[in-house]
């Protein structure tokens, strides 16, 4: 007991350690966008960051050999996928103040709800698409269409890096059923520096060194948060690590008030808590189903 004790903690001690290396990485893009940096740039150096990152990882420990995949063809797709979301969510961070971009992001259990239903034929009951209906109501409430005060084009981005993000959950689910997690990253790391790459050649230009270094931060922090969100799944259940996602709007309000000097709007603060509690009661949805089908499996052996 007290081992699996101590293996929870671990678990939920990495994923809040993820959160605020993402919130951090966060405050980086915003400041080296500031500085002249442009979001090709951007990209490359948190993929190339994170790329050496987990191959300095896996050269150290299991060797470049426990990497070999038979599902190239899925990492592709996830990689096409992955680019897009991480492109949509960068994109957004630049339209957006902090607090508003992080609670667009907290949508995504919404779509992945809908996208097993439709995609995965999962089983889903009123509740859920009662809560699917109130996280919507709660983007609404923060995003105030028509107002103005929220660039239409940051929601678009927002709610699509959600959506992609989303699909990217239920790919995984198929992928992890065979892969590692530190071979996930790493073929979604490597494989996204090819048309990056090429897309750097086409924007890269000369920064100020403090603008280098916060490229630099950038990736070794996308990185690090990248691995220690994966080994947060690897030693805890879904139902309990996603919840500490939800600590990254604290960062998003700390940082946007200390670093820039903005607070979320009234609309946010009123908003937020609503989606925020539509992706807890769905992961609490989730883990109940899987343990009732676990229970189901065990009572017909």
Known sequence: MAARD?????????????VALFATMNVLIKL????GAALGEILFWRQFGAALLVGAIVGAGPGFASLRTQR???????????????SLTFWTLLLLPLAEATTLGFSMPIFATVLGALVLHEPTG??????VLAGFAGVLIVTQPGDGHI??????????????????????????KTESGLTTVFWFSTLS???????YVGVMQPHAPVVWALLLGIGLLGGAAQIAMTRSLQLGEVSLVVPMD??????????????????????????????????????????????EETRGAIAQN
């Open 72 to 86: 190239f063809g899925a990492h592709v797709l996830r990689c096409v996928i992955g680019l897009t979301a991480m």
């Open 6 to 18: 101590t293996s929870l903690s671990r678990a939920i001690g990495l994923r809040l350690l993820s």
């Open 193 to 199: 520096l090819v048309p990056l790459s090429i897309a």
């Open 151 to 176: 660039p239409a084009l940051g929601i678009a981005t927002g709610l699509g890096a959600a959506f992609c993000t989303a699909c990217i959950s239920i790919l995984l689910r198929t992928i992890g």
């Open 126 to 131: 009123w509740r859920r698409w009662a809560a």
């Open 32 to 35: 080296a966008e500031a500085r």
């Open 246 to 291: 939800y600590t990254a709007l604290l960062w998003a309000t700390i940082f946007g008030w200390a670093v820039f000097g903005m607070l979320p709007v009234v609309s946010t603060w009123a908003g937020a808590p609503v989606i925020v509690a539509s992706g807890l009661y769905i992961v609490w949805r989730e883990h109940r189903r899987r343990r």
